[in-house]
Protein backbone atom coordinates (compact mmCIF):
# COMPACT_ATOMS: atom_id res chain seq x y z
CA UNK A 1 0.00 0.00 0.00
CA UNK A 2 1.44 3.07 -0.66
CA UNK A 3 0.84 6.74 1.50
CA UNK A 4 2.06 10.05 1.79
CA UNK A 5 4.27 9.75 4.91
CA UNK A 6 6.22 13.18 4.48
CA UNK A 7 9.66 11.94 4.26
CA UNK A 8 13.25 12.90 2.63
CA UNK A 9 15.74 11.09 1.94
CA UNK A 10 18.20 11.13 4.89
CA UNK A 11 22.25 10.22 4.77
CA UNK A 12 23.90 8.93 8.03
CA UNK A 13 27.71 8.18 8.90
CA UNK A 14 28.89 5.76 11.69
CA UNK A 15 31.11 3.58 13.24
CA UNK A 16 30.70 -0.06 13.68
CA UNK A 17 32.28 -1.90 17.37
CA UNK A 18 31.99 -5.20 17.99
CA UNK A 19 33.26 -9.23 17.61
CA UNK A 20 34.24 -11.56 14.62
CA UNK A 21 34.00 -15.08 14.51
CA UNK A 22 34.31 -18.19 12.44
CA UNK A 23 32.25 -21.33 11.30
CA UNK A 24 33.99 -24.01 9.30
CA UNK A 25 35.79 -27.21 9.66
CA UNK A 26 37.71 -26.34 13.23
CA UNK A 27 35.11 -24.59 14.85
CA UNK A 28 31.57 -26.51 13.71
CA UNK A 29 28.72 -24.49 15.71
CA UNK A 30 29.82 -22.43 18.41
CA UNK A 31 28.88 -18.90 18.00
CA UNK A 32 29.63 -17.79 21.62
CA UNK A 33 31.34 -19.17 24.26
CA UNK A 34 34.87 -21.47 24.29
CA UNK A 35 36.93 -17.74 23.27
CA UNK A 36 35.02 -18.21 20.07
CA UNK A 37 35.53 -14.52 18.74
CA UNK A 38 37.87 -11.19 18.26
CA UNK A 39 37.65 -7.45 18.33
CA UNK A 40 36.46 -6.35 15.19
CA UNK A 41 35.96 -2.78 14.19
CA UNK A 42 34.59 -0.86 11.03
CA UNK A 43 32.63 2.08 9.46
CA UNK A 44 29.88 2.79 7.42
CA UNK A 45 27.18 5.33 4.89
CA UNK A 46 23.68 5.05 4.99
CA UNK A 47 21.20 5.96 2.33
CA UNK A 48 17.67 5.80 3.89
CA UNK A 49 15.30 6.02 1.27
CA UNK A 50 12.00 6.54 3.18
CA UNK A 51 11.14 4.88 6.58
CA UNK A 52 11.20 1.87 5.59
CA UNK A 53 14.03 1.03 3.20
CA UNK A 54 17.65 2.20 3.55
CA UNK A 55 21.10 1.34 1.78
CA UNK A 56 24.56 0.65 2.96
CA UNK A 57 28.00 0.75 2.31
CA UNK A 58 30.30 -0.88 4.57
CA UNK A 59 34.07 -1.62 5.32
CA UNK A 60 35.41 -3.64 8.04
CA UNK A 61 38.31 -4.78 9.68
CA UNK A 62 38.26 -8.28 11.50
CA UNK A 63 40.46 -11.08 13.01
CA UNK A 64 39.15 -14.66 13.10
CA UNK A 65 40.66 -17.68 14.72
CA UNK A 66 39.52 -21.00 15.97
CA UNK A 67 41.05 -24.19 17.64
CA UNK A 68 40.31 -27.65 17.30
CA UNK A 69 40.91 -27.68 21.43
CA UNK A 70 38.44 -26.39 22.09
CA UNK A 71 36.09 -28.47 20.41
CA UNK A 72 33.15 -30.72 21.98
CA UNK A 73 34.05 -33.20 19.15
CA UNK A 74 36.77 -35.57 19.42
CA UNK A 75 37.75 -36.24 15.88
CA UNK A 76 38.76 -32.44 16.38
CA UNK A 77 40.36 -32.41 19.68
CA UNK A 78 42.39 -35.51 17.72
CA UNK A 79 43.33 -33.11 14.93
CA UNK A 80 44.89 -30.82 16.73
CA UNK A 81 44.29 -28.27 14.17
CA UNK A 82 44.25 -24.42 14.67
CA UNK A 83 44.21 -20.94 12.60
CA UNK A 84 43.95 -17.32 12.80
CA UNK A 85 43.27 -14.44 10.28
CA UNK A 86 43.07 -10.77 9.56
CA UNK A 87 40.16 -10.13 7.18
CA UNK A 88 38.80 -6.57 5.18
CA UNK A 89 35.66 -6.32 3.97
CA UNK A 90 33.81 -4.17 2.29
CA UNK A 91 29.80 -4.62 1.94
CA UNK A 92 27.15 -3.27 0.11
CA UNK A 93 23.47 -3.57 2.02
CA UNK A 94 19.79 -3.14 1.70
CA UNK A 95 18.12 -2.86 4.69
CA UNK A 96 14.39 -2.81 5.64
CA UNK A 97 12.74 -1.49 8.85
CA UNK A 98 9.82 -3.74 10.35
CA UNK A 99 8.44 -0.44 11.80
CA UNK A 100 8.52 3.01 10.60
CA UNK A 101 11.37 4.64 11.30
CA UNK A 102 13.50 8.13 11.01
CA UNK A 103 16.35 9.33 12.93
CA UNK A 104 15.35 12.16 14.57
CA UNK A 105 11.82 11.86 14.96
CA UNK A 106 10.07 11.11 18.09
CA UNK A 107 6.95 9.65 16.63
CA UNK A 108 9.03 6.75 14.98
CA UNK A 109 12.51 6.42 17.62
CA UNK A 110 13.15 3.18 16.69
CA UNK A 111 12.40 -0.22 14.84
CA UNK A 112 14.07 -4.00 14.22
CA UNK A 113 15.58 -4.33 10.81
CA UNK A 114 16.82 -7.04 8.37
CA UNK A 115 19.44 -6.88 6.09
CA UNK A 116 20.70 -8.69 3.06
CA UNK A 117 23.30 -7.78 1.14
CA UNK A 118 26.72 -9.01 -0.40
CA UNK A 119 30.75 -8.55 1.10
CA UNK A 120 34.11 -8.74 -0.52
CA UNK A 121 36.94 -9.58 1.42
CA UNK A 122 40.43 -10.41 1.86
CA UNK A 123 42.05 -12.71 4.42
CA UNK A 124 45.24 -14.41 5.06
CA UNK A 125 45.15 -17.68 6.80
CA UNK A 126 47.76 -18.73 9.19
CA UNK A 127 46.93 -22.35 9.89
CA UNK A 128 48.96 -25.59 12.32
CA UNK A 129 47.87 -28.88 12.38
CA UNK A 130 49.36 -30.88 15.73
CA UNK A 131 51.81 -28.24 15.41
CA UNK A 132 52.78 -28.22 12.20
CA UNK A 133 52.54 -25.26 9.79
CA UNK A 134 50.15 -25.52 6.63
CA UNK A 135 51.60 -24.80 4.11
CA UNK A 136 49.53 -25.05 0.64
CA UNK A 137 47.34 -23.45 -1.39
CA UNK A 138 44.71 -23.27 0.59
CA UNK A 139 46.87 -21.26 3.70
CA UNK A 140 47.86 -18.60 1.41
CA UNK A 141 45.93 -14.74 0.63
CA UNK A 142 42.57 -15.29 -0.79
CA UNK A 143 39.57 -13.28 -1.56
CA UNK A 144 35.89 -13.85 -1.88
CA UNK A 145 32.14 -12.98 -2.28
CA UNK A 146 30.19 -13.84 0.65
CA UNK A 147 26.43 -13.46 0.84
CA UNK A 148 25.73 -11.23 3.68
CA UNK A 149 22.49 -11.14 5.61
CA UNK A 150 21.16 -10.45 9.06
CA UNK A 151 18.88 -9.18 11.95
CA UNK A 152 19.05 -5.81 14.06
CA UNK A 153 17.83 -2.94 15.76
CA UNK A 154 17.93 0.72 15.39
CA UNK A 155 17.24 3.05 17.97
CA UNK A 156 17.33 7.11 18.02
CA UNK A 157 19.56 9.11 21.02
CA UNK A 158 18.95 12.86 19.67
CA UNK A 159 17.95 14.52 16.78
CA UNK A 160 21.24 13.40 14.71
CA UNK A 161 22.47 10.28 16.48
CA UNK A 162 21.07 6.65 16.68
CA UNK A 163 22.55 3.75 18.84
CA UNK A 164 22.48 -0.08 16.12
CA UNK A 165 22.72 -3.33 17.52
CA UNK A 166 22.86 -6.07 14.88
CA UNK A 167 23.92 -9.83 14.33
CA UNK A 168 25.05 -10.44 10.48
CA UNK A 169 26.24 -13.66 9.20
CA UNK A 170 28.27 -14.36 5.91
CA UNK A 171 28.45 -17.38 3.75
CA UNK A 172 31.65 -17.53 1.67
CA UNK A 173 31.04 -20.43 -0.83
CA UNK A 174 34.95 -21.04 0.32
CA UNK A 175 35.93 -23.73 2.16
CA UNK A 176 40.10 -22.74 2.61
CA UNK A 177 39.09 -19.32 5.02
CA UNK A 178 40.35 -21.56 7.71
CA UNK A 179 43.96 -22.19 5.56
CA UNK A 180 42.90 -26.14 6.49
CA UNK A 181 43.44 -28.60 3.58
CA UNK A 182 41.23 -30.84 1.74
CA UNK A 183 43.15 -33.92 2.32
CA UNK A 184 43.01 -37.26 3.77
CA UNK A 185 46.04 -38.62 5.53
CA UNK A 186 46.64 -41.89 7.10
CA UNK A 187 44.34 -41.24 9.95
CA UNK A 188 41.66 -38.77 9.21
CA UNK A 189 40.23 -36.47 6.17
CA UNK A 190 42.00 -33.07 7.08
CA UNK A 191 38.99 -30.47 5.75
CA UNK A 192 35.78 -30.98 3.98
CA UNK A 193 35.74 -30.16 0.38
CA UNK A 194 32.02 -29.34 0.64
CA UNK A 195 31.69 -27.83 3.68
CA UNK A 196 31.70 -23.86 2.78
CA UNK A 197 33.02 -21.70 5.86
CA UNK A 198 30.93 -19.05 7.47
CA UNK A 199 31.85 -15.74 9.50
CA UNK A 200 30.01 -13.74 11.77
CA UNK A 201 30.03 -9.89 12.86
CA UNK A 202 27.79 -8.66 15.79
CA UNK A 203 28.53 -5.23 17.44
CA UNK A 204 26.93 -1.79 18.26
CA UNK A 205 27.10 1.16 15.60
CA UNK A 206 26.46 4.52 16.49
CA UNK A 207 25.76 6.86 13.39
CA UNK A 208 25.37 10.22 12.85
CA UNK A 209 22.38 12.23 9.97
CA UNK A 210 24.79 14.03 7.75
CA UNK A 211 20.91 16.00 6.19
CA UNK A 212 19.01 18.31 6.86
CA UNK A 213 15.89 17.61 5.53
CA UNK A 214 13.66 20.48 3.53
CA UNK A 215 10.58 21.12 3.29
CA UNK A 216 9.82 18.74 0.15
CA UNK A 217 7.87 15.52 1.12
CA UNK A 218 8.29 12.23 -0.75
CA UNK A 219 6.62 9.10 -1.41
CA UNK A 220 7.07 6.54 0.89
CA UNK A 221 6.36 2.85 0.40
Given at each position: MIGNLHSQKTSEFGLLLGRSYYLGEINPKTHWGNDVGSFCFGAIFRYNLNERYALRLGVNRAKLEAEDI???????????????????????LIEFNFLPYKLGNRDMPFSPYLFTGFSYYWYNPSTTVDGTSVVTSEASDG??????????IKLNLGRKISLNMEWGFRKTYKDNLDGLPNLENELYEQGKGYNNDWYGIMGFMLTYKLTNEGPCPHMNF
Open positions: QSDLLFNRDRKAEFSTKLTELNGSGIAFTFGPG
